[in-house]
């Protein structure tokens, strides 16, 4: 798979208030790190880079915490296999937000995947 198959709902951007309130209590000292290295501010728990169509402002040069692919790196996980708990965990977040199944990731890509 060439790169993650975000859908674009926004709620990871939506919460990145709540990681950065809960920094203290990460235990991997990587994800730690890049998460005390978030450069944005937040309103309510957004993410100020977020636009009104839920794409990032400054997405050619988002902070690693939000880069499925170095947060990947970094945990040293294979790519498919981190795309793939990143979708199933998405998933989730968007049948508890109650949003448009239409955000859902379909997870039957992952089992096709090189």
């Not at 309130?21 to 990587?30: F, G, N, S, V």
């Amino acid at each position: 798979m060439e790169s993650y198959p975000c859908t674009s709902c926004g709620l990871c951007c939506k919460i990145v208030g709540l990681v950065l309130e809960q920094q203290d209590e990460i235990k991997d000292p990587l994800v730690a790190k890049v998460v005390k290295e978030f450069p944005y501010k937040t309103v309510d728990g957004v993410c100020e880079m977020l636009q009104p169509d839920n794409t990032c402002a400054v997405y050619e040069n988002r902070p690693d915490l939000c880069n499925v692919n170095t947060m990947a790196k970094l945990k040293g996980a294979e790519l498919n296999e981190y795309y793939k708990l990143n979708a199933q965990i998405c998933n989730s977040w968007i049948q508890l937000s109650k949003l448009d199944h239409s955000f859902l990731i379909n997870l039957e890509q992952f089992n096709h995947a090189d």
